[in-house]
C-alpha cells in the first residue's frame, strides 16, 4: 500500500477487520506503536495519505466473506491478495474470476515466499504437438530453451490452477505457530506492488504464467512456469470456502477431541514447581526458535507439527513414563491441539492456559514476550 500510494494510485481500497497489535510491527511497517490496539485500516489510510495526500482511500472493516466480495471488489480495477488463510485466497481467487480481475497474489511462510499474477492476460505455453514429442526431442528443444513461448494474449492460470484442492486443515502452521522473517513481506509485498504497476501502466510482462519463488536464507529467486488445468471446473458462483477446505470439520473434530480437557493456570504450574513435586513432566509443543526466546523452567520441547505426524506421541510417552503430563505454549491454543491429538493416541494431559505469555504477566516479566 506504501508503494502504491507513492506512485500515484488515485483509489486504494483496504478490507481488514483487525487492530493493530505490538507482534505485528516486525513486518507490517505500514503501522507504528503509537497506533497498537486501533484498527489496522484506520492506521494504513493515515500512513497513505502522510505520502499521497491525493490519494481516495477505502476502508472496510469487515471480513472478506462470500456475501460480500463481489460487491466489496467490483469497483476496483486490481485485487492484491495479502490474506493468510486458504479458504480466503479461495475466495478471492474465485470473486476475481467471476469480475474479470486481475488477482496479484503474494503469500510467505518463515523464511520463503512466492508471488505470480493470476487471472490475467498472457501466460506461458508449450510449443505445438509438445506432448506427441518423444524424450530426446524435448530435450533437444529444452536445451536451445526453446520448451516454452510466452503467449501475451492467452489468458493466465489462476490460483485454482496452482492448487486445485486445499491442504489438509492444520498442516500449514500460521505465522504465530511457525514465525516470519519480518523482510520477506516487503520483498514479496514490493513484488506484489510492482506487478499492479505494471497492470496499470500497461508496460513490460507481468507474472502472469510464472510463479517466482524466493528464499531468502540462500538469497534466491526461482521461476516455475504455471498452466492453465483444461480439466478445471468452471466457477459459477462464490461458495462456502471454510467448508470447502474443511475447516468446520477440523473443529468438530478438534472440539470433539479436547472435550472436558483438564486445565491449570500459570501460577497453579508455578506453585507446583515451586513445591518440588516430580510427579509430572511438562511439555512444551511450541518452535525450537519459540524456545529460544522465552522458557518456562524445566519444560521439555516437542514440537506440535512432530505430535500431530505422529512422530512426537512415542517421545512424549516415553518423557513421561508414569508421570501425568502438562503441556504449554504460547497462548495455550497449541497445547490444546496437541493435548486433542495425544487424546486419540491414548495419552491424557492437562493444559497450561495462557502459555508463556500468561507466564510472562503473571509469573515472571523477566520472560520476554513476542
Known amino acids: 500500500m506504501l508503494y502504491l500510494a507513492a506512485a500515484g494510485v488515485g483509489r486504494i481500497g483496504i478490507v481488514d477487520f483487525d487492530v493493530v497489535d505490538s507482534s505485528n510491527l516486525q513486518r507490517q511497517i505500514i503501522h507504528g506503536t503509537s497506533w497498537?490496539?486501533?484498527?489496522?485500516?484506520?492506521?494504513?489510510?493515515?500512513?497513505?495519505l502522510e505520502i499521497n495526500p491525493f490519494c481516495q482511500v477505502d476502508l472496510h472493516e469487515t471480513r472478506f466473506t462470500s456475501e460480500n466480495a463481489l460487491e466489496l471488489a467490483r469497483p476496483y480495477d486490481i485485487v492484491i491478495d495479502g490474506t493468510d488463510n486458504f479458504p480466503t485466497r479461495y475466495l478471492v481467487n474465485d470473486t476475481?474470476?467471476?469480475?474479470?480481475?486481475p488477482n496479484v497474489y503474494g503469500s510467505i511462510f518463515r523464511f520463503e515466499g512466492q508471488a505470480t499474477v493470476f487471472n490475467?492476460?498472457?501466460?506461458?505455453?508449450?510449443?505445438?504437438?509438445?506432448?506427441?514429442?518423444?524424450?530426446?526431442?524435448?530435450?533437444?528443444?529444452?536445451?536451445?530453451g526453446q520448451d516454452w513461448f510466452y503467449d501475451a494474449e492467452k489468458p493466465g492460470p489462476n490460483y485454482r490452477d496452482l492448487y486445485p484442492d486445499p491442504?489438509?486443515?492444520?498442516?500449514?502452521?500460521?505465522?504465530?505457530?511457525?514465525?516470519?522473517?519480518?523482510?520477506?513481506?516487503?520483498?514479496?509485498?514490493g513484488i506484489q506492488a510492482t506487478e499492479a504497476i505494471k497492470i496499470i501502466l500497461g508496460q513490460g510482462t507481468t507474472l502472469s504464467g510464472r510463479?517466482?519463488?524466493?528464499?531468502?536464507l540462500n538469497m534466491k529467486f526461482r521461476e516455475l512456469k504455471l498452466q492453465t488445468n483444461p480439466d478445471r471446473p468452471v466457477i459459477e458462483k462464490l461458495i462456502d470456502y471454510e467448508e470447502f477446505c474443511g475447516v468446520p470439520q477440523a473443529k468438530a473434530a478438534e472440539k470433539e477431541a479436547q472435550a472436558g480437557m483438564a486445565e491449570m493456570t500459570v501460577t497453579e504450574l508455578k506453585a507446583l514447581i515451586d513445591s518440588g513435586a516430580d510427579d509430572f513432566v511438562l511439555v512444551d509443543v511450541r518452535n525450537p526458535h519459540e524456545v529460544e526466546i522465552a522458557k518456562i523452567p524445566g519444560s521439555v520441547l516437542i514440537p506440535l507439527p512432530d505430535i500431530e505426524n505422529g512422530n512426537g506421541v512415542q517421545r512424549v510417552k516415553d518423557a513421561m513414563g508414569n508421570k501425568r503430563l502438562i503441556v504449554h505454549c504460547k497462548a495455550g491454543g497449541r497445547s490444546a491441539k496437541a493435548l486433542g491429538v495425544l487424546k486419540m493416541n491414548g495419552v491424557e494431559g492437562t493444559n497450561v492456559i495462557g502459555g508463556t505469555l500468561a507466564w510472562s504477566r503473571d509469573v515472571d516479566a523477566s520472560v520476554p514476550e513476542y
Open 36 to 48: 497498537v490496539g486501533k484498527p489496522k485500516i484506520e492506521s494504513a489510510k493515515a500512513r497513505i
Open 96 to 101: 476475481c474470476v467471476l469480475l474479470g480481475k
Open 120 to 144: 490475467h492476460k498472457g501466460t506461458w505455453v508449450r510449443p505445438d504437438g509438445w506432448a506427441e514429442l518423444s524424450r530426446e526431442e524435448k530435450k533437444a528443444l529444452r536445451e536451445k
Open 167 to 189: 491442504p489438509p486443515p492444520g498442516l500449514v502452521p500460521s505465522c504465530a505457530e511457525g514465525g516470519v522473517l519480518g523482510v520477506l513481506c516487503g520483498i514479496v509485498g
Open 211 to 216: 510463479l517466482v519463488l524466493y528464499d531468502a
